[in-house]
């Protein structure tokens, strides 16, 4: 079963004292074929949608510490932006952080009751480059 693991940053809404932005970094969990989409369509500074749980747990390290670790298991990982975009960007813009590295890939297995999770160059308007005119009212946050 495959399974991938990366670090999601993500920019608060507000600026700090000293007038700078500050960014979280969130450690997410994908299994089964999303985990390989995102092993082989994700890289550094893509743009990504996730939407999951927050799962805790623990366990003992090497020095018989206990280590919390929080991280979000993802139902689902979106590419918010067509493929070649981040290369055009560069790879330092925020919105994805860390290398994913997928175990045991098992391409030829289809997993049932998986999402709709298409492959990137799937998407219809990849290839549109035309800017979407959208008024802040018709945003729902």
Not at 28 to 47: D, I, P, T
Not at 69 to 95: H, I, M, N, Y
Not at 120 to 126: E, G, N, S, Y
Request: negative net charge; hydrophobic residues 30%; contains cysteine.
């Amino acid at each position: 079963m495959a399974v991938a693991t990366f670090t999601l940053a993500v920019n608060r809404p507000f600026t700090n004292q000293q007038g700078e932005r500050e960014t979280d970094f969130i450690q997410c969990v994908v299994w089964r074929r999303q985990a390989e989409n995102v092993a082989n369509f994700l890289k550094k500074g893509s743009l990504a949608g996730v939407d999951g749980r927050l799962q805790t747990r623990s366990y003992e390290n090497q020095e018989g510490r206990r280590v919390y670790v929080t991280e979000v298991v993802a139902d689902s990982v979106q590419f918010l932006e067509p493929k070649g975009t981040s290369e055009q960007r560069g790879a330092t813009a925020g919105g994805y952080y860390g290398d994913p590295f997928p175990f045991g890939q098992d391409q030829n297995h289809q997993y049932p009751n998986e999402k709709g999770f298409g492959r990137i160059d799937d998407d219809p308007f990849a290839n549109d480059g035309q800017p979407i005119d959208i008024s802040d009212d018709d945003l729902p946050f």
